[in-house]
């Protein structure tokens, strides 16, 4: 980046180191009854609910979850891809 060039605006990032980890840990937890493994909207909903991040999306999920080095489409990894 040059010198001269001045910041760009945009959205600051939703989740930080903290908030990547609690989407990791849900992840790999125990899914709810009668459901084989977690979706992204469901880990989502989850961390609302239980008040660890503001409201983000499954997209948010997928990409702190990618930047973790977890394979979504492994069954051993706890996430459904849909």
Same mark, same amino acid.
């Given at each position: 980046?040059?010198?001269?060039?001045?910041?760009?605006?945009?959205?600051? !990032?939703?989740?930080?180191?903290?908030?990547?980890?609690?989407? /990791?840990?849900?992840?790999?937890?125990?899914?709810?009854?009668?459901?084989?493994?977690? @979706?992204?909207?469901? /880990?989502?909903?989850?961390?609302?609910?239980?008040?660890?991040?503001?409201? /983000? @999306?499954?997209? @948010?999920?997928?990409?702190?979850?990618?930047?973790?080095?977890?394979?979504?489409?492994? @069954?051993?990894?706890?996430?459904?891809? !849909?």
């Amino acid at each position: 980046m040059p010198l001269n060039e001045k910041p760009r605006p945009g959205a600051s !990032k939703k989740s930080g180191v903290k908030g990547g980890a609690y989407v /990791i840990a849900s992840a790999g937890s125990r899914p709810p009854a009668a459901r084989n493994c977690w @979706t992204m909207q469901m /880990i989502a909903d989850k961390l609302v609910q239980l008040k660890y991040m503001e409201p /983000i @999306t499954a997209e @948010t999920v997928r990409c702190c979850l990618k930047k973790g080095g977890s394979n979504l489409g492994c @069954t051993s990894g706890g996430v459904c891809p !849909k």
